[in-house]
């Protein structure tokens, strides 16, 4: 099943991945583009947001939208994110698949037609974005930083990721600052679109009953007239493990403190897959699951949280657990869960809790290739990766974990940053 | 038992609607080519059902948030709880609770029919003790509290408490750390009782099974009218 993945390295930094299957009624296209995270991301974040309202050829989000509707209802939509020191842009579609459609039109290809317009033909004059254009997005960037400010969860987890990557660009935010989205203009924009399309590493994917080279064909027609120069080579600087812990405590109006913990996982920066599944597979067992330790001791023991769970980020080399917890019980949950980290290490990893990981890493990688979206989200994860990874090997490096790697990438951790959110005991709806 | 076949020749795709004997209805949506398969099984009881009926007696009201806490609880037995045992297939199991339901689901690539029967066998056992019920409270208390720290979700319920001044779709599904301190095994029995008989059920099954899987499952675990 999963042997359908094809990857085209068609130029230098620009790869066309596909997954042809008449399996879906919605096909997928999206493209991607990684840049280094720098100091000021602001003109490069709000790219894929201003570039999917309209161009040269919709000139208005009223016109664009039009086109979408005679498309049979396609979808378009913009991402951001982070892989390693790393931004991720992306605008993506969705449509209905070209054996459905009335007249036998070829949806797939118009679509891929109206992305590349998308991103080839802004709706610039005189080498700057149309102004009424770009304020439109600086205000919903504003909001979406404030949303992000508002939902505490993530608010922690971004104060953790600032104060843990000190002097780092990792620990910037996507966004960029309020103050800096409202500096934009539509020259300072431009010039960061016109170096994102020379310099970034791009990932085009296409999932559905479509001919992926004509896809590709139409791509590299528009790419070659691109100057493409200093191409990006990814990069993301790895800390192995942390000296001392840092430890930070705000105070702000909520009802319920927050918990987020970053661990450095004794990682390398040129670490392959396999070995990056061992440590993987200890992230699980500690923290990923229902059947995790986290789980099961912090919040069904003791009752502390209604959520405790430990990610990997391992691009970063990082692990970072997450926990709502009443304020005067924080320090009581993070010893618990150091508790139970330093149990794992001390080697008390049963054969029983790798059995549940394999089951579960078996279950999830089958599902991967069950919808279109996930498999594009799997070609991206992999944008600034040198090698193209498919979930059945994922799989096989996950099911060759024993216990003793668990073990061993147990001990590998180091505690680096603690941050805790605490209410202030003033009542937060007056 | 009454099964329909419901299908649409333009997009290729059918799904089956089943009355089952014991009085559950049964949806089951095979979609070939897929190596997942999800199972949904859920009662006709929400967050704005206030009232439960005793036998012999008059109907009284529940403290709000019952029926959320009762999904909490449902996951838990005399022996292992049900996470424990969708562990050992390797499924992800959840759950919610909204204004007019509760849904038990799983999702899985491997073992369709085990974590079928996991999942019907669990709802049907409900297994409660004050013990087990206080020490929910201190979880959902904190379920409640994260809730509160959400502005989107507090601007709907404001909504709402201004456009319904009776309806209890205004209460707030998980209830309030006062009212679920109300919450007793027994209590918990009774809304059982009340709500989950397979009259008052659904069970939605999709991807990679058939209407003979789900059945010979079913047929075996649900309890009988």
């Not at chain 1, 068609?10 to 997928?28: D, H, L, M, P, W």
């Not at chain 1, 000139?59 to 892989?83: I, Q, R, T």
């Not at chain 1, 009752?303 to 990610?311: D, H, I, N």
């Amino acid at each position: 099943m999963q042997n359908i993945f094809k990857v085209l390295n068609v130029a230098e930094g620009v790869r066309i991945c596909s997954y042809n299957t008449t399996q879906f009624k919605t096909g997928r296209l999206s493209i991607n583009l990684a840049i280094p995270m720098c100091t000021n991301v602001a003109p490069f974040a709000i790219l894929p947001y201003l570039l999917a309202r309209s161009s040269k050829g919709y000139p208005s989000l009223m016109l664009l939208n039009k086109k979408l509707e005679e498309l049979y209802g396609a979808s378009l939509s913009s991402g951001l994110g982070k892989h390693g020191d790393n931004l991720i842009l992306s605008i993506k579609m969705s449509m209905v698949d070209d054996r459905f459609a009335l007249s036998g039109e070829n949806i797939f290809a118009e679509c891929a037609e109206l992305l590349f317009d998308i991103v080839f033909n802004p709706n610039i004059l005189d080498d700057a974005f149309i102004l009424s254009e770009l304020e439109v997005e600086k205000r919903l960037m504003v909001e979406r930083i404030e949303g992000e400010m508002s939902d505490k969860r993530i608010y922690a987890l971004n104060q953790m990721e600032e104060y843990m990557f000190e002097g780092d660009l990792y620990g910037n935010n996507i966004y960029g600052t309020i103050g800096s989205v409202l500096m934009l203009d539509g020259k300072t924009v431009y010039e960061a679109y016109k170096k994102v399309l020379e310099t970034a590493l791009i990932t085009v994917n296409v999932v559905g009953s479509v001919n992926s080279q004509a896809i590709a064909d139409l791509f590299l027609e528009k790419i070659e007239k691109i100057n493409r120069h200093s191409v990006m080579q990814p990069k993301t600087k790895v800390i192995s493990s942390a000296v001392s812990v840092k430890e930070k405590c705000e105070t702000l109006a909520v009802k319920q403190g927050k918990l987020v913990m970053g661990f450095r996982l004794g990682m390398t920066e040129k670490m392959d897959n396999k070995s990056r599944m061992k440590i993987n597979a200890m992230v699980n067992i500690f923290g990923g699951s229902t059947y995790s330790r986290l789980f099961m001791n912090v919040r069904e023991k003791l009752s502390l949280c209604y959520y405790c769970s430990a990610r990997a980020r391992l691009t970063k080399g990082i692990m970072i657990v997450q926990s709502g917890v009443e304020d005067e019980n924080i320090s009581v949950a993070k010893e618990e869960i150091l508790h139970q980290l330093k149990d794992m290490a001390n080697g008390n990893v049963t054969d029983e809790d790798i059995e549940k990981y394999k089951l579960f890493v078996k279950d999830t990688c089958g599902g991967i290739c069950d919808s279109p979206v996930s498999i594009d989200a799997w070609m991206r994860d992999q944008i600034v990766e040198p090698s193209f990874e498919t979930p059945n090997e994922r799989l096989e490096h996950s099911l060759a974990v024993t216990k003793e790697d668990v073990i061993a990438a147990a001990k590998a951790v180091t505690l680096d940053t603690v941050y805790m959110l605490k209410g202030d005991n003033t009542d937060a709806d007056a | 038992m009454l099964m329909r076949k419901i299908k649409n020749s333009l997009l290729g795709d059918l799904y089956y609607e089943i009355d089952h004997k014991s009085g559950l209805k049964i949806f089951v949506y095979p979609k070939v080519g897929y190596e997942s398969s999800y199972a949904v099984f859920g009662t006709n009881y929400g967050s704005i059902d206030t009232f439960i009926k005793r036998q012999g007696e008059d109907a009284i009201k529940i403290p709000e948030g019952t029926a959320h806490f009762l999904e909490h609880k449902l996951f838990e037995s005399e022996e292992q709880d049900a996470f424990e045992r969708f562990a050992t297939t390797g499924a992800s199991a959840n759950a919610f609770t909204s204004f007019d339901k509760t849904c038990y689901l799983f999702s899985c690539s491997n073992k369709f029919a085990e974590n079928l029967e996991i999942l019907l066998d669990f709802v049907q056992h409900p297994y409660f003790t004050q013990e087990t019920v206080e020490k929910e409270q201190g979880i959902i208390g904190q379920e409640i509290k994260m809730y509160q720290d959400v502005p989107s979700w507090q601007v709907l319920f404001n909504l709402f408490r201004c456009l319904f001044h009776n309806h209890p779709v205004k209460i707030d599904i998980a209830g309030t750390v006062e009212s679920i301190a109300e919450i007793s095994a027994e209590l918990l029995y009774d809304c059982y009782n009340n709500f989950y008989n397979l009259d008052n059920m659904v069970l939605a099954c999709a991807g990679n099974t058939t209407v003979e899987e789900v059945l010979s499952v079913v047929d075996r675990i649900v309890k009988k009218r």
